[in-house]
């Protein structure tokens, strides 16, 4: 079974505060994702890698960055977090290299919470 | 850009009514994929759809995927508990997932 692991399911920061939520998976997936999911918006995606060292923009890039320095592990960063921040972020994964149509392996989430 | 809208937000059946879930694109797709999420759960994949007019089913679950690839929908006959949860569509060439339509169950 794929196993897509994330650091913490729960997460309360202060405003401004530099934030890693971190995603592991298990199964030798070339391609990450990290998206948000909040209530009436679905999964809107952060950013996409493809490899290591490697990364895309997704829809909402702006405020997060994120690092793949080893293939099983892909980070998010927020900055200098802020209250719109707050939000669901689930880490995803799945073969083919650069594609995007591939199954989608999602990790637990974590519940991340600005005040 | 493209983008997919997802109806209904909400729906509440009885158990053992059908539902349909509908994903509708502004732009052809490639393919389609399904999501289910649990309360308190991830989204796990269910299926993916690839050709004009595609229709697949699971069980109860019957998956169909417009002919000119702009549509798909997802229905559910008799209803059950289980089935309780967010179901998603994710159009791609680039992924873009809808907004989700959450299922509840009265039983």
């Known amino acids: 079974d794929v196993k897509v692991t994330q650091s913490s399911r729960y997460l309360v920061k202060r405003t401004g505060e530099k934030v890693f939520l971190e995603c592991v998976q298990d199964?030798?997936?070339?391609?990450m994702f990290w998206y948000r999911q909040d209530p009436g918006l679905g999964l809107r995606l952060i950013y996409f890698?493809?490899?290591?060292?490697m990364k895309e923009k997704g829809d909402i890039p702006e405020g997060y960055s994120v690092s793949r320095e080893k293939k099983e592990r892909f980070s998010l960063i927020l900055e200098s977090a802020s209250t719109n921040q707050t939000s669901m972020y689930l880490c995803a994964s799945s073969w083919g290299k650069g594609r995007r149509t591939d199954t989608q392996y999602f990790g637990p989430g974590t519940r991340l919470t600005v005040l | 850009g493209q983008q997919v809208m997802q109806i209904p937000q909400y729906q509440h059946v009885q158990e053992g009514e059908d539902f349909t879930t509908y994903c509708n694109s502004s732009?052809?797709?490639?393919?389609i994929q399904w999501y289910k999420q649990r309360p308190g759960g991830h989204p796990v994949f269910l299926i993916q759809l690839v050709k004009s007019g595609e229709v697949k089913k699971q069980k109860r679950l019957t998956f169909q995927f417009g002919e000119a690839k702009k549509n798909s929908s997802l229905h559910i006959t008799a209803t059950q508990t289980t089935d309780v949860g967010t179901y998603f569509c994710?159009?791609?060439?680039?992924?873009?997932f809808g907004a989700g339509t959450i299922l509840r169950v009265k039983s």
């Open positions: 994710a159009g791609l060439h680039k992924l873009v």
């Open positions: 732009t052809t797709l490639s393919n």
């Open positions: 890698s493809y490899d290591v060292k």
């Open positions: 199964m030798d997936h070339e391609n």
